[in-house]
């Protein structure tokens, strides 16, 4: 049975607001379910145990305290689903929620050589290490819950940004993946695009009796990229119905 859901989605100033706006408008106009926005600086007020599903999207959640911090640890291993987006997914791994490796900032910058380089140079370097939005083809176990009702593996994916969770050594953990020379449509230097090729988007593991699912994109971009907004209906209505540990 399908499990009535009750989402929270932490939000406030540092949070993007372009990504809570693209997963509100998500859950209001193609969804048309309620989600709770609590901001960041109240949540250690709030009775998390009344929620299913805890949403974190883009942002610097350095902010957080370090008691809501065990509060949000002790939700999950409780059993909620924690879904999160980019910076979060990397904060998530920080805490050791999430076990999963990023690509470093420092391995983007290592791809150029600067040497020979001029002042000049300067802005054109930097828009080779940006990603500032591009169509990338993925691959989609479609036998895992969460690629539930998606007839076709391929998968393009939507990336403003050079997040890169490294391909995951556990097996049954990643559920999306980059193809091996990923670029569909967009700008991206093919330094960039070797080191995105091959790696994950989407990953999800148990903890404790909760479930984190873990994003390197926004999935839900702009309201209108619906081909990946399904994995985030999937993990809201079976988000523990799978069971792969990380250990």
Wanted: positive net charge; hydrophobic residues 40%.
């Amino acid at each position: 049975p399908v499990k009535k859901v009750k989402a929270l989605m932490i939000g406030g100033k540092p949070v993007s607001q372009y990504e809570a706006g693209s997963m509100s408008c998500y859950f209001d106009e193609i969804l048309s379910m309620p989600l709770t926005i609590i901001d960041m600086a109240n949540l250690s007020r709030i009775d998390l145990s009344q929620y299913t599903h805890i949403i974190m999207v883009d942002g610097r959640y350095s902010a957080l305290s370090e008691s809501t911090e065990t509060q949000l640890s002790h939700w999950v291993k409780a059993g909620g689903v924690l879904y999160t987006q980019k910076r979060a997914s990397q904060w998530a791994a920080k805490k050791g929620l999430l076990k999963a490796s990023f690509i470093s900032k420092s391995s983007i910058d290592n791809l150029f050589e600067t040497e020979s380089l001029h002042y000049k140079d300067r802005e054109s370097l930097s828009a080779k290490k940006r990603v500032a939005g591009a169509i990338f083809s993925g691959t989609i176990d479609t036998t895992h819950p969460l690629g539930y009702g998606y007839i076709r593996d391929e998968l393009p994916m939507f990336k403003n940004s050079t997040t890169i969770i490294e391909a995951p050594s556990k097996p049954f953990i990643g559920i999306v993946k980059y193809n091996d020379s990923p670029l569909l449509s967009g700008y991206a230097d093919p330094a960039v695009e070797n080191k995105i090729g091959g790696n994950a988007s989407v990953i999800a593991h148990n903890v404790g009796r909760g479930r984190i699912v873990a994003s390197a994109d926004n999935l839900v971009f702009r309201g209108h990229w619906l081909g990946t907004a399904k994995i985030v209906a999937n993990t809201l209505f079976f988000g523990k119905t799978f069971s792969a540990s990380a250990k």
